[in-house]
């Protein structure tokens, strides 16, 4: 069942009331039960790309749109070792096409190794914090994010990832909390601040118990509808948006990754394809300022799981084919690829031609990450960056003054 914006008010009464009354019938509640054929080993999925060189970079003019990945510990290793696997040594995985590439460093205000919330805060506020803070400074202060500054600019704005929509990397790009463990507050914050596009996990962050995790009895599903938001929770269903704004909450928690389940490319393409389509929503002329994220490659790799590294890292690759198609069929979009940690201590051995994966930790390291762009402006992320200079570079190619800035102006507080 799938819940259109625009459709005649009865029935979206009939829903909100049905919401309301918690009377919502037990299967719009259940997702499709996983495929039982999961295999971490299988890459059929993948195809490389057919042309193994780079691709011609666009000239120097501003961007009018920005699509930013993020591998969630994707280091160099995670890229190479990807590489190895999917396309051999002499290949190239599609974002070792982009004609830019960098290095990004990433320590956080209070330790050499971060985590995902003072990497996701540095990358989206332009701040270092304390590892465990979303979108605050060390203070407690509010800063506020490249996507809400594109928000108040009039930017459509998206937020894409397979772990929960509330996790920590997301969460940094339109929330401001003390600690990423807070979901439920986070999850709230996302749908405040008008995010056009919600896809990704964490479905139980919007509802409340017993069915879900929130205590404070709101139903952040029926509030969405009443923001003029159509909610998604299966691939047929967001397969036939047409229009935004919306939010697609793919599992209760964490995204498996398999069918039926929606694919990380898949998401990435229709929020692309709705975030630059002409419309009535949020913004009749749309420019837009998306992130996007495979969160699950710093998952696998804590677990020092080989195969599924490979496979979450493939995974995120065609989200970035996604994102570079489109980049490249529209001409004024800049597209960077990046991480916010190095996960597990990752090193390539081989067996002769084979490569062997050695992992060193469980946990993040210190290392630097690659950074990769194409697109107008994309000359900018060539060279060594803090992880900080990020948003301040796209802020200034997008136009944006007063940033980094704490959140203070009230314009800014209530994003249009
Ligand atoms: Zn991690």
């Not at 948006?241 to 398999?258: E, H, K, N």
């Amino acid at each position: 069942m799938m819940y259109p914006k625009k459709c005649c008010s009865a029935v979206v009464l009939l829903i909100i009331t049905v919401f309301m009354g918690g009377v919502l019938p037990a299967h719009a509640w259940d997702y499709p039960k996983p495929d039982p054929e999961q295999d971490v080993k299988d890459i059929s999925f993948y195809r490389g790309p057919d042309d193994n060189n780079k691709i011609t970079n666009i000239g120097a003019s501003r961007p009018a749109n920005v699509i930013l990945l993020i591998g969630d510990g994707m280091s160099f290793n995670h890229v190479a070792l990807a590489r190895h696997r999917a396309v051999g040594a002499d290949g190239r995985l599609y974002m070792e096409r982009m004609p830019v590439t960098g290095m990004v460093r990433t320590y956080s205000a209070d330790r050499l190794v971060t985590d995902s919330a003072a990497a996701a805060t540095a990358l989206a506020c332009g701040i270092k914090t304390n590892n465990g803070r979303i979108g605050t400074a060390p203070d407690g202060t509010p800063w506020i994010s490249i996507l809400e500054k594109a928000n108040a600019k009039g930017f459509r704005t998206g937020l894409v990832a397979t772990s929960s929509i509330s996790h920590a990397t997301p969460a940094g790009f339109a929330a401001h909390v003390e600690s990423r463990d807070m979901q439920v507050e986070i999850a709230a914050q996302l749908l405040e601040r008008r995010v056009g596009i919600l896809f990704g996990g964490g479905r139980k962050f919007w509802v409340p118990t017993p069915r879900g995790e929130r205590k404070d009895n709101r139903n952040l599903i029926e509030e969405a509808l009443g923001a003029g938001y159509q909610v998604v929770l299966n691939r047929e269903q967001l397969s036939r948006l047409s229009d935004g704004p919306v939010v697609g909450l793919f599992a209760d928690d964490r995204m498996t990754t398999f069918a039926p389940e929606p694919m990380l490319d898949e998401m990435t393409r229709v929020a692309i394809g709705l975030l630059s389509k002409k419309g009535d929503w949020f913004a009749p002329k749309p420019r837009f300022f998306v992130m996007i994220e495979g969160s699950q490659i710093d998952w696998a790799a804590h677990a020092n799981a080989t195969d599924n590294t490979i496979r979450q890292t493939l995974l995120f690759d065609l989200a970035v084919k996604e994102a570079l198609e489109f980049a490249e069929r529209d001409k004024t979009t800049l597209v960077i690829v990046t991480a916010d940690h190095e996960t597990g201590g990752l090193l390539i051995k081989a067996d002769k031609r084979e490569p062997v994966a050695e992992w060193h930790s469980t946990d993040h390291t210190g290392g630097d990450v690659p950074i990769f762009a194409y697109g107008p402006g994309s000359t900018f992320f060539s060279g060594t960056h803090d992880n900080t200079q990020i948003p301040k570079r796209i802020a200034r190619l997008l136009g944006f003054d007063d940033f980094p800035a704490p959140m203070k102006a009230a314009s800014e507080q209530t994003v249009k």
